[in-house]
């Protein structure tokens, strides 16, 4: 374990000691007249972008928002969006960052958790959050944006047409439109003094399952994403200058996009082409016209683009990079996507990475030229995994298999309020050092390449036996017939759980009682008995997470459902 990995990567990084606005800024000076971020065709430059931010701040500034306040963003990818968030890095305020399709009492909640005085919402959800307000329990005012103030001329009319007109009574008194908000800016004598930086300031709350599963905030640093962002770029080994472009689906509310998708490239002079929802037309359009550098999004993005027509006969070879994370790739998802990338005359690979949200994002990537099956490649520089005994601190052999635990500069400085929470991810160890506890199984080899098994969570026990649903599932994508699956436990009297896989059939492809036994052949191949699903529900498509990861949990609570439905009936 000990042994030195025979990949090539610098062992040590500086980290300046600075907020994000500051490298944002410092990126703006060197290259003023490049384009910072794109929108529907309009562009801003870098120059224009850090004006935006200071005259953001100024108004947040003058309305009182001062260091160690929170405002939640809950925004998809726009400019106010972005302009906002390092507008409060600018004041060492917090960005509370919140999903906009949240359910109203997950706002609510998130409002109170962080103590939030503002939040930036757009008109689409202004209702919501409003009736949100009723169970906040201090004052809270609302920003509202519009869509169309930041479109270029030619849409504004036809948006207007189709959509802005029906919230153009929004926002209510005593709410305000962040375009009035920020005429509090245009006074030039208001000039807020810069933050002192500090490495433990709580700069930036991300919302996440967390390693058991339940909602928590995530309290997380400037050098938590600088630290990042600066890692990133060292392990994905490509040069992000003026120039190159990112086309930024990953939301920013989500680390993977907040921290990859928009800080990285935004700290080394690249150019954000923001998209404020992912379709799969919409995202062809963006491949086709701006021909992006870099792509970077979760499996089921990618997979998606194996069945869009109007990427038929493209020439990929602008892309110089595809990152895929926020889930686990299959293999035989991999080999789909590199083959659609040989045959769209594409020179790379998808490269998986992994991560939490509790180190901001990715911590680990697959080498751009040394690709493992089944690897989710090496840690990033300053980073450290380990594989332990789950639940101690005994570290494993390479090949044995064990709880993931990692350290490095990325990591969280606790969860909101839940300090025994924390104590139970975050533990000092006797080098001193403090160690993630990922709450996942890997396997290291003796190169130091990392092996992503399955969360321990997810882990399903029949019969006393441990079943892991991402082997069935990988066996279960293998089959031509198949475009992608989900394997849960579902309760069962004799047996505690019983295995059950959900499956959404090829393109083309009708379900029959013939294709579940192909596949079940296929499974019975290389699992056990014991492991083998009792059921295959076939079905059009499965439900995705706010993020596009498909939700396990969205199903065990269905089938949970059939079954206190079933036993009312039964009684």
């Not at 990692?406 to 969280?412: E, Q, Y």
Request: proline residues 6%.
């Amino acid at each position: 374990m000990d042994e030195k990995p025979h990949y090539k990567q610098k062992e040590h990084l500086t980290y300046p000691e600075v907020t994000m606005f500051e490298m944002v800024r410092q990126c703006a000076e060197q290259f003023p007249k490049e384009p910072a971020y794109e929108f529907y065709d309009k562009k801003t430059s870098y120059r224009d972008f850090l004006r935006r931010i200071e005259r953001a701040a100024r108004a947040f500034y003058a309305w009182g928002i001062r260091q160690g306040d929170a405002v939640t963003i809950c925004m998809p990818n726009t400019p106010q969006a972005i302009d906002c968030f390092y507008a409060l890095s600018r004041l060492g305020a917090i960005a509370n960052m919140v999903h906009p399709l949240s359910a109203l009492n997950e706002i609510t909640g998130y409002l109170n958790i962080s103590e939030s005085r503002m939040i930036l919402t757009v008109d689409l959800f202004y209702e919501k959050v409003e009736s949100a307000l009723a169970g906040v329990d201090h004052p809270v005012t609302i920003l509202t944006c519009r869509m169309q103030d930041e479109l270029p001329l030619k849409l504004k009319p036809l948006y207007l047409l189709k959509k802005g007109r029906e919230y153009l009574r929004f926002p209510r008194k005593p709410h305000l439109l962040w375009s009035q908000f920020l005429r509090l800016g245009d006074n030039d004598i208001i000039n807020p003094p810069m933050p002192v930086f500090d490495p433990e300031r709580t700069a930036v709350i991300l919302y996440s399952g967390g390693t058991s599963g339940t909602p928590k905030g995530i309290c997380l640093t400037d050098l938590n994403f600088n630290a990042c962002a600066l890692q990133a770029m060292e392990a994905i080994g490509e040069e992000f200058r003026k120039g190159y472009k990112m086309l930024s689906c990953m939301p920013l509310f989500h680390g993977f996009g907040l921290g990859i998708n928009i800080h990285t490239v935004l700290i080394h002079g690249a150019c954000c082409i923001l998209m404020p929802t992912f379709n799969s037309k919409s995202y062809a359009s963006m491949l086709r016209r701006k021909r992006p550098n870099f792509i970077a999004g979760v499996p089921t993005i990618f997979e998606a683009l194996l069945h869009i027509p109007q990427l038929d006969g493209l020439d990929m070879s602008f892309l110089l990079g595809m990152f895929c994370g926020g889930d686990s790739l299959s293999v035989e998802l991999k080999k789909k996507i590199d083959a659609f990338l040989r045959e769209h005359n594409a020179s790379i690979q998808v490269r998986e990475g992994y991560g939490l949200t509790e180190c901001v994002t990715a911590s680990c990537l697959t080498p751009k030229d040394d690709y493992r099956e089944g690897s989710i490649g090496i840690p990033f520089p300053d980073t450290v995994y380990r594989i332990v005994r789950p639940g101690t601190d005994e570290l494993l052999p390479p090949g044995e298999e064990g709880e993931i635990i990692l350290k490095g500069p990325t990591l969280m400085t606790g969860y909101l309020k839940l300090p025994e929470e924390t104590a139970r991810t975050l533990r000092v160890l006797s080098d001193g050092d403090t160690w993630l506890y990922t709450g996942d199984l890997g396997v290291m080899d003796k190169d130091g390449y990392v092996y992503f098994r399955q969360r321990l969570k997810r882990m399903i026990i029949t019969n006393g036996y441990n079943v892991y649903p991402s082997q069935l599932e990988n066996i279960i994508d293998s089959c031509p017939e198949v475009s992608y699956s989900c394997v849960i436990g579902v309760k069962d009297p004799r047996r505690m759980q019983r295995v059950k896989a959900f499956i959404v059939p090829a393109d083309g492809v009708e379900p029959s009682d013939e294709l579940k036994e192909k596949i079940m052949e296929q499974l019975r191949l290389h699992i056990a008995r014991y492991a083998l699903p009792r059921d295959i529900e076939f079905r059009s498509e499965l439900p995705k997470t706010l993020v596009g990861k498909v939700s396990f949990r969205q199903l065990e609570q269905e089938e949970e459902q059939k079954e206190k439905a079933q036993e009312a009936v039964n009684a």
